[in-house]
């Protein structure tokens, strides 16, 4: 419970997840609490985050689960999994960077095992400090600020800049188009992710004028696309995504308005990198031709 309050930074999120009500984990806490006979969490407007006796006990939490698990595999008579590495990716990161990163790791470092997540920037943030994963690509928005206040800084590796252009259907009103203006977007149709102001995800145009109609909402970038293709809608995504286009989708520049794109990073704690970790590191970076 301590170690999914964590990463999901709220007990409503944490709730969601472990399939309890909000009122059963927030009674959880509390008695947590009172056996520590310390105060571990903060409760905020935006959230929960855990203070330094909760970080504490998340440090020998995941200890203990590590070791069950290990103890686990013993009694099983598993072969130990080295050099693994736990790595995480915001929501369209996997499609296009994953498959070639663990294709190059295959080559130059095979004793090197991936397991992977999906998840938002601020989600994966979490995951990382709390421990439950080892490396995260991450997105940034311009001025391209730290993903969290918490110090110290996470070290972050810039993989690539990608400008965000518009999907729309290749035989729709924007059929034979490679650019479209701002304003030719305010009536259409959008297909969206669901967000918040803490968990900000891509969807309508950033920069688009009043008031958007969202036709769709959904998750996944294959049913997003999809819908795009069949002319239910458009929707924003990072260029880096056009190379995986489903048949009948293009990327359209916008104009009229000023350029929107975002960064992709790489982060880690900091402090020095274990082998295993800067392997995969490089193989994520090796994708981007840099």
């Known amino acids: 419970m301590l170690c999914q309050i964590a990463e999901s930074g709220s007990f409503t999120a944490a709730a969601a997840r472990l399939g309890y009500t909000q009122s059963a984990i927030s009674r959880q806490a509390l008695a947590l609490e009172r056996s520590a006979g310390a105060t571990l969490f903060e409760r905020r407007p935006d959230g929960v985050r855990l203070t330094g006796p909760g970080l504490t006990l ?22 130990p999994r080295a050099e693994e590495v736990r790595l995480g990716l915001f929501l369209s990161a996997g499609p296009v960077i994953l498959p070639a990163a663990l294709a190059r790791l295959a080559t130059v470092a095979p004793q090197v095992r991936v397991t992977t997540r999906e998840g938002t920037t601020p989600g994966l943030t979490r995951a990382l400090r709390t421990g439950a994963i080892d490396l ?8 391209h600020r730290p993903p969290d206040g918490e110090s ?49 995800l891509l969807g309508v145009w950033p920069g688009l004028p009043g008031r958007a109609r969202i036709v769709h909402s959904a998750r996944d970038w294959l049913t997003k696309l999809h819908l795009v ?22 990327a359209l520049r916008v104009q009229g308005a000023p350029p929107e794109s975002r960064r992709i990073l790489v982060a880690r704690l900091p402090g020095p990198a274990t082998p295993a970790i800067t392997a995969v590191t490089r193989a994520i970076t090796s994708t981007s031709g840099s």
């Open 136 to 143: 995260a690509v991450l997105s940034s928005r311009p001025p």
């Open 152 to 200: 110290p800084r996470l070290h972050l590796t810039t993989i690539q800049d990608t400008e965000l252009v518009v999907a729309a259907s290749a035989t729709g009103i924007f059929a034979g188009r490679t650019s479209v203006q701002v304003d030719e977007l305010v009536d259409a149709p959008w297909i969206a992710t669901p967000s918040s102001s803490a968990e900000p």
């Open 58 to 79: 998340l440090r020998y939490a995941r200890t203990i689960l590590e070791s069950v698990d290990a103890a686990e595999r013993d009694l099983n008579g598993e072969t």
């Open 229 to 250: 293709a069949g002319g239910f809608g458009v929707t924003t995504v990072p260029g880096s995504l056009s190379p995986i286009f489903p048949p009948g989708v293009i």
